[in-house]
Nanobody, 121 residues
Framework: QVQLVESGGGLVQAGGSLRLSCAASGNSFSIHVMGWYRQAPGKQRDLVATITSGGSTNYADSVKGRFSISRDNAKNTVYLHMNSLKPEDTAVYYC???????????????WGQGTQVTVSS
């Protein structure tokens, strides 16, 4: 089993910044890809960014140039640095862990509980 716990969400004004963190525990040794997804009310859960254990990254077009994903493999922790936040970034952000090898592909089976990010105008 793998457990994921997100933190760092909150309320921020447009143009501001937040850093989200996700710590993995349990049987996390074989996790290769970690990522962030988000879901706004009434919307589907969409990719934000993914990162491999080797540091390769992939971003949704809507966040390129504004968000940055990183990870600390020794700590089994992934981060999402969010800059120049917009009201349309408002969503619940979920951490995901995947034992698969694909940087671009379906999410893995392990999800965190989510952390709310609200961006005001």
């Amino acid at each position: 089993q793998v457990q994921l716990v997100e933190s760092g969400g909150g309320l921020v004004q447009a143009g501001g910044s937040l850093r989200l963190s996700c710590a993995a525990s349990g049987n996390s040794f074989s996790i290769h890809v970690m990522g962030w997804y988000r879901q706004a009310p009434g919307k589907q859960r969409d990719l934000v960014a993914t990162i491999t254990s080797g540091g390769s990254t992939n971003y949704a077009d809507s966040v390129k140039g504004r968000f940055s994903i990183s990870r600390d493999n020794a700590k089994n922790t992934v981060y999402l640095h969010m800059n120049s936040l917009k009201p349309e970034d408002t969503a619940v952000y979920y951490c995901n862990a995947n034992r698969g090898q694909l940087l671009i592909g379906p999410p893995g089976d392990y999800w965190g509980q989510g952390t709310q990010v609200t961006v005001s105008s």
